[in-house]
């Protein structure tokens, strides 16, 4: 596997590679195809001055060639020839009269002006051949060829120039590359270190960032990221504490009474009794507590739920049944406010839970002579279920971790209660699986009031 540094140094090389030969090759690609254009012009300029003033001549022959060139300045130039129009030369100035003629030329004698231009030999090397007319008739062609050093030194120079910038510019952008690719890979690698940190169970460590830019966002992401590890990680040592803690008083009161029982050889039928329905008592709240894990340990694993439609009303109704006698055996009134039409996406049994362990702990916390209210309401929107009571309340500092598992406002008065500060955690994450919200607030003008929220199913949920 490459190292990311290798590949940064890689792509950024590659990409300097391919801007210096852009540099290098479209200025002067440029500048080559302006001089060829110049060429052009003024060669053909020149040429059809030429062919203006021979093809005054009544015959083309060396003589009178001769005579019209000597007025005009040709110096520039490497070659001048000229040919009749049976490809024969005339004149030709490099002293090769009745020589080999260009091919230009020859093509030049059809009736077609022929202009070449390259840069070859450190010299640009342009020709022109242009047909010669006298009344309408072709009469021969005049051939014009030139080397230009001059221009090609100053485009060889200003190449020089460029390859020596691009090379300066290259390496420093290089450098520079090198620079940055470093502090980005050490602030990558220091992320990873931190990972390695937390990975080894530090979960108090955080991240030192430096900047504002997508990898300190990681950064601050990672510490976010850690921040949860850290609270998940007190509250799962808190939960083991708390579990251990629960079933270990339940395990010790039964074998406190089965030592008694050994121990004491002369127990009459009526104390062993009384031993045996306390060892039965205690294996009941230690069947509870566990009941309660295994529920919550469900809830962690996100089982899947064969969702139907529930009418909330009902499953209000069938879950007040069973609590009546501890209401009467409490001295609290039960009253309802429900409406029909409730319905909503859950199963009967999760709404069960929910409903009861609320009503049960507003019945348990309450004072004698007081009250729960059940309130069922529903709009387009929502299906919303509160339960009030008028007992001892919630203290305000309490109210955000009384869903917190195992925790008690008052642990003694939870125990006398027989609850495990289980209930609520249920109730809070079956509410979270089913999509819904559950709030507490003060009841007035005392007590406490939790209002559940459930989404209302679309009607292609409801078929």
Same mark, same amino acid.
């Given at each position: 596997?490459?190292?990311? #540094?290798?590949?940064f !140094? +890689?792509?950024?090389?590659?990409?300097?590679?391919?801007?210096?030969?852009?540099?290098?090759? $479209?200025p002067?690609t440029?500048?080559?195809?302006?001089?060829?254009?110049?060429?052009?012009?003024?060669m053909?300029?020149?040429?059809?001055?030429?062919?203006?003033?021979? +093809?005054?001549?009544?015959?083309?022959?060396?003589e009178?060639?001769?005579?019209?060139?000597? $007025?005009?300045?040709?110096s520039?130039?490497?070659?001048?020839?000229?040919?009749?129009?049976?490809?024969?030369?005339?004149?030709?100035?490099a002293?090769?009269t009745?020589?080999?003629?260009?091919?230009?030329?020859?093509?030049c004698?059809?009736?077609?002006?022929?202009?070449r231009s390259?840069?070859?030999e450190?010299a640009?090397?342009?020709?022109?051949a242009?047909?010669?007319?006298a009344?309408?008739?072709?009469?021969g062609?005049? $051939?014009?060829?030139?080397?230009?050093?001059?221009?090609? &030194?100053?485009?060889?120079?200003?190449?020089? #120039? !460029?390859?020596a910038?691009?090379?300066?510019?290259g390496?420093?952008?290089?450098?520079?590359?090198?620079?940055?690719v470093?502090?980005?890979?050490?602030?990558?690698?220091?992320i990873v270190?931190?990972?390695r940190?937390?990975?080894g169970?530090?979960?108090? $460590?955080?991240?030192?960032?430096?900047? #504002?830019? &997508?990898i300190?966002?990681?950064?601050?992401?990672?510490?976010?990221?850690?921040?949860?590890?850290?609270?998940?990680?007190?509250?799962?040592?808190?939960?083991? +504490?708390?579990? +251990?803690?629960?079933?270990?008083?339940?395990?010790?009161?039964?074998r406190?009474?089965?030592?008694?029982?050994?121990?004491?050889?002369?127990?009459?039928?009526?104390?062993?009794?009384?031993?045996?329905?306390?060892?039965?008592?205690?294996?009941?709240?230690?069947?509870?507590?566990?009941?309660k894990?295994l529920?919550?340990?469900?809830?962690?694993?996100?089982a899947?739920?064969?969702l139907?439609?529930v009418?909330?009303?009902q499953?209000?109704?069938?879950?007040?049944t069973?609590?009546?006698?501890?209401?009467?055996e409490?001295?609290?009134r039960l009253?309802?406010?429900?409406?029909?039409?409730?319905?909503?996406?859950?199963?009967?049994?999760?709404?069960?839970?929910?409903?009861?362990?609320?009503?049960?702990?507003?019945?348990?916390?309450?004072?004698?002579?007081?009250?729960v209210?059940i309130?069922l309401?529903?709009?387009?929107?929502?299906?919303?279920?509160a339960?009030?009571?008028?007992?001892?309340? !919630?203290?305000?500092?309490?109210r955000?971790?009384?869903f917190?598992?195992?925790?008690?406002?008052?642990?003694?008065?939870?125990?006398?209660?027989?609850?495990?500060?289980?209930?609520?955690?249920?109730?809070?994450?079956t509410?979270r699986?089913?999509?819904?919200? !559950?709030?507490?607030?003060?009841?007035?003008?005392?007590g406490?009031?939790?209002?559940?929220?459930?989404?209302?199913?679309?009607?292609?949920?409801?078929?």
């Amino acid at each position: 596997m490459h190292s990311i #540094r290798i590949q940064f !140094i +890689s792509f950024i090389t590659a990409l300097l590679l391919v801007l210096l030969l852009l540099l290098n090759i $479209y200025p002067l690609t440029s500048s080559r195809d302006a001089v060829f254009e110049e060429k052009r012009s003024s060669m053909t300029a020149q040429a059809s001055t030429l062919a203006s003033s021979l +093809s005054g001549l009544e015959r083309l022959n060396p003589e009178n060639i001769t005579e019209v060139l000597r $007025y005009l300045d040709l110096s520039g130039y490497t070659r001048v020839l000229v040919a009749d129009r049976s490809g024969g030369s005339l004149y030709d100035s490099a002293g090769q009269t009745g020589g080999q003629i260009p091919a230009d030329l020859l093509t030049c004698l059809t009736g077609k002006t022929v202009f070449r231009s390259s840069f070859r030999e450190a010299a640009f090397l342009s020709s022109i051949a242009i047909p010669l007319s006298a009344q309408g008739e072709l009469t021969g062609a005049l $051939y014009l060829a030139e080397r230009d050093e001059e221009r090609a &030194e100053m485009l060889l120079g200003f190449q020089n #120039r !460029i390859r020596a910038a691009s090379l300066a510019i290259g390496a420093l952008a290089l450098v520079l590359a090198l620079v940055y690719v470093f502090l980005l890979v050490n602030r990558i690698r220091a992320i990873v270190r931190s990972m390695r940190v937390v990975a080894g169970g530090d979960y108090s $460590y955080r991240h030192v960032n430096r900047g #504002r830019d &997508e990898i300190s966002e990681l950064g601050e992401e990672f510490n976010q990221l850690t921040e949860r590890l850290e609270t998940t990680e007190e509250q799962r040592r808190r939960f083991v +504490s708390d579990a +251990s803690h629960e079933l270990k008083t339940p395990l010790a009161s039964i074998r406190l009474l089965a030592d008694s029982i050994v121990q004491n050889e002369n127990v009459d039928a009526e104390t062993m009794r009384e031993f045996v329905t306390d060892i039965g008592n205690e294996a009941k709240r230690l069947q509870r507590t566990t009941d309660k894990l295994l529920t919550l340990s469900r809830l962690d694993d996100n089982a899947e739920r064969e969702l139907v439609s529930v009418d909330v009303k009902q499953v209000v109704l069938d879950t007040l049944t069973p609590l009546r006698p501890l209401a009467q055996e409490k001295q609290v009134r039960l009253e309802t406010a429900l409406e029909d039409g409730c319905q909503i996406r859950a199963t009967e049994d999760d709404l069960f839970h929910i409903v009861f362990n609320l009503v049960e702990n507003a019945v348990k916390y309450n004072v004698p002579g007081g009250a729960v209210q059940i309130a069922l309401t529903g709009d387009e929107k929502q299906v919303t279920l509160a339960v009030s009571d008028t007992g001892i309340g !919630i203290p305000e500092e309490d109210r955000a971790n009384i869903f917190s598992r195992f925790y008690r406002v008052d642990k003694a008065r939870s125990r006398e209660a027989g609850g495990s500060g289980l209930g609520l955690s249920i109730v809070h994450d079956t509410v979270r699986a089913l999509g819904g919200s !559950i709030e507490v607030g003060q009841n007035t003008p005392q007590g406490s009031v939790f209002t559940v929220s459930f989404p209302r199913p679309s009607s292609k949920e409801e078929t």
